[in-house]
């Protein structure tokens, strides 16, 4: 049984100063009353950093990236939205692909490997959850994960 509120606020602290160099504004919203899930804490740790770091790389400066939490049924969903470029339809596809990355016009100077969000989908479904998202361009995109509950 993992409470969420400690690895996520500790990500978030590990995460502020790249935010900070992009101006981009971090905030987290966590129910008093949320409920523990079943989980690895350090796997939690690299699930969040990798979607947390994610949408700070593709947000543009100015923007927000904010994490938030509800109670599905008997899981914990956990959304991470931001206000970056969005990801086009036809990228949508194939998101979650060993080494595939988006490339457009403002994502080509970006680093990466094209692992994180392959890695974030083998570690939640590892953990007994799911993750997705929903996505506009020019708009933003929230990823979210489910983990079952205690």
């Not at 500790?10 to 009353?33: I, R």
């Not at 804490?41 to 994610?54: A, I, T």
Request: net charge negative.
């Amino acid at each position: 049984p993992l409470a969420l509120k400690e690895p996520i606020q500790a990500v978030l602290e590990e995460m502020k100063p790249l935010a900070d160099e992009k101006s981009v504004t971090l905030s987290f919203e966590c129910p008093e009353t949320l409920p523990k899930v079943l989980a690895d804490d350090g796997r939690v740790k690299e699930v969040v950093v990798n979607l947390v770091g994610n949408a700070v790389k593709y947000t543009p400066p100015g923007g927000t990236v904010k994490v938030t939490h509800e109670v599905r049924g008997n899981k914990v969903v956990t959304h991470v939205k931001d206000n970056g470029f969005g990801i086009s339809t036809e990228a949508q596809k194939r998101l979650f692909e060993k080494f595939y990355r988006v490339h457009t016009e403002k994502t080509r100077d970006i680093p990466g490997t094209g692992l994180g969000l392959f890695i974030v989908k083998e570690l939640v479904g590892r953990m007994g959850g799911e993750v997705w998202f929903e996505s506009d361009e020019e708009k933003g995109s929230t990823f979210s994960f489910s983990l079952p509950i205690a």
